[in-house]
């Protein structure tokens, strides 16, 4: 059986996308502890470009190891990277696939990138990607 496993590091954190305009995570949904902000160098891969590391500060939990990535900051920031590599890719399907050690991205920003396969001894896959679905709103107290 082939291995889904793309980083060479041990799979880390949990992740989210939040595709709600209008709800933004102050806190976990899982432990409902506050989350505070965190840069993360995420490994995306974009459909028709291939993978592209991208630093990104997002909503975690400590306690949870649980990223948290608002889908509509995340398009805005790929759409502006990309206005410059190559605007015909804006739009394009993409996938956050892991993380990449910030001190390699780093050094591969100072640099001008670097190989594929280098980078890939510093990714780690995300334990598990979960799905955030929101029901309700405002609603009157319970009596």
């Known amino acids: 059986m082939a291995s889904t496993k793309i980083g060479k590091l041990p799979p880390r954190y949990s992740f989210v996308l939040n595709p709600y305009v209008d709800v933004r995570l102050s806190k976990c949904p899982k432990c409902e502890k506050p989350t505070h902000p965190r840069k993360f160098a995420l490994l995306i ?14 909503r975690y939990c400590s306690h949870c190891e649980l990223i948290i990535a608002h889908q509509d900051e995340l398009e805005a920031q790929l759409a502006h990277s990309f206005a410059k590599l ?58």
């Open 45 to 58: 891969h974009v459909d028709d470009w291939g993978p592209f590391a991208l630093g990104k500060t997002c």
């Open 86 to 143: 190559a605007p015909e890719k804006i739009g394009n399907e993409y996938l956050v696939i892991g993380t990449l050690d910030n001190k390699v991205w780093r050094k591969g920003l100072e640099e001008g990138g670097q190989p594929l396969g280098d980078a890939l001894d510093h990714v780690a896959d995300f334990k598990k990607v979960l799905q955030l679905h929101v029901e309700g709103g405002w609603v009157p107290a319970e009596k």
